[in-house]
């Protein structure tokens, strides 16, 4: 089978649904499908294709991370695209790319798998001015709901997409295809004493610390404030945790003076942007994971902490009900003195039980790797392509 996957980003960005779309890549090419990545570039002003990405001129957005908006119309795109000559055209990101993939798909007759990743009402401020945000929400919903209508199938990572695409009007069934993760380079034992060290030197924290990370970009949207003014009512610094915020945004300077205001910098590190490749070993001297966010969908970066082993503290989700499994994978809390209860039973849980709850946790992504997700989606790519009788 030919599959043409449309996105604005790919790497060398490194983000969630970059991530995704690369595990999906590797997991369908192991099985014998090719794959072609149609996406942004800002960096070149011509089409060209290279192993197997073809790179779209585009211009670099301020707004959205310095990531590349292509125009949705191109002669060169639909010709590269044709001489493709894909089985399915999957579309992961909604924008410039992602309006040529939906366009194209009708010009060839080609069925759209559609993958949403992204809960738009939480990032409508990155575009708006807060007056006009009502608007932009209506129109935003308009949008999703046409895409919905376009799209042969509808896919997203958890069933918070699901009630996403009912509250703009989509009426259309949508397949949950979990999240996948790298597992090979988040295994606990391919991560060195010497790596770990390094960190610790890094960030000057002594080694008999307890740390409880957060990690992800740095945006409203991540409720890493509330994490803050969580941590600030409840942990005192012979409390001897700290938490350590992994990454960088654009709200890495709000989220450093609430800190200070807070009173909390003896007890809060924030490391600063940290490449995709040197992110194992900063996992593996935590003892858990805590997140605060509403607006995730099926976090890659908790994912990864739990392929190294740690337990998640993840803030109440109905939506997200079934990611965290208590005493399975982590814990679920609904306030800061529920957080705090759950940080003080990890800490002080006795080592033989810490050890079966790191193996747990670890097991419970053994099955979120590359060929997991292609096997899910290559159930939904074959309705589209194959015969009835051969499926």
Not at 2 to 12: G, M, N, R, S, V
Not at 227 to 256: F, H, R, S, T
Request: charged share 25%; glycine share 6%.
């Amino acid at each position: 089978m030919k599959i043409a996957i449309f996105c604005e980003t790919y790497l060398p960005y490194i983000n969630g649904v970059v991530t995704h779309i690369k595990l999906l890549k590797e997991g369908l090419e192991r099985m014998g499908h090719e794959v072609l990545i149609v996406t942004a570039d800002p960096r070149t002003r011509h089409h060209y294709i290279k192993d197997h990405v073809l790179y779209c001129p585009a211009r670099e957005s301020k707004r959205l991370y310095g990531y590349g908006i292509a125009s949705p119309l191109s002669r060169r795109r639909l010709k590269l695209i044709r001489e493709f000559d894909p089985n399915i055209i999957h579309i992961h990101q909604e924008f410039g790319v992602g309006l040529s993939g939906f366009m194209i798909a009708k010009v060839l007759h080609k069925p759209i798998v559609y993958t949403l990743h992204t809960m738009y009402d939480e990032y409508i401020y990155y575009v708006a001015p807060k007056p006009l945000i009502p608007v932009v929400r209506s129109l935003s919903h308009t949008y999703s709901r046409i895409l919905a209508k376009a799209a042969s199938e509808l896919t997203g990572p958890s069933p918070k997409v699901e009630e996403y695409f009912k509250k703009v009007g989509a009426k259309k069934q949508v397949n949950v295809v979990p999240n996948s993760v790298e597992l090979s380079n988040f295994e606990p034992s391919k991560i060195t004493e010497e790596q770990k060290a390094a960190v610790y030197k890094k960030l000057n924290i002594p080694k008999d610390k307890k740390i409880a990370c957060f990690c992800g970009r740095l945006g409203k949207e991540k409720s890493v404030d509330v994490l803050l003014q969580y941590w600030a009512e409840q942990i005192k610094p012979e409390d001897n945790i700290l938490l350590m915020v992994i990454g960088d945004g654009p709200e890495l300077e709000n989220l450093q003076r609430q800190a200070k205001e807070l009173d909390i910098e003896d007890t809060v590190i924030f490391t600063g942007k940290v490449l995709h490749e040197e992110l194992p070993p900063y996992l593996a001297v935590c003892d858990m994971y805590i997140t605060a966010s509403l607006s995730d969908t099926n976090s890659i970066s908790m994912l990864e902490a739990m392929a190294v082993g740690l337990p998640v503290l993840h803030r109440k989700d109905p939506l997200n009900k079934g990611q965290v499994l208590a005493g399975v994978n982590g814990y679920i809390y609904d306030n800061s003195a529920e957080l705090f209860d759950h940080i003080h039973d990890l800490m002080t849980m006795e080592e033989d039980r810490k050890k079966t709850l790191r193996r747990s946790v670890i097991e419970s992504v053994k099955k979120s790797g590359a060929e997991d997700l292609a096997n899910h989606i290559l159930t939904i790519y074959n309705r589209l392509y194959l015969p009835v009788d051969k499926r």
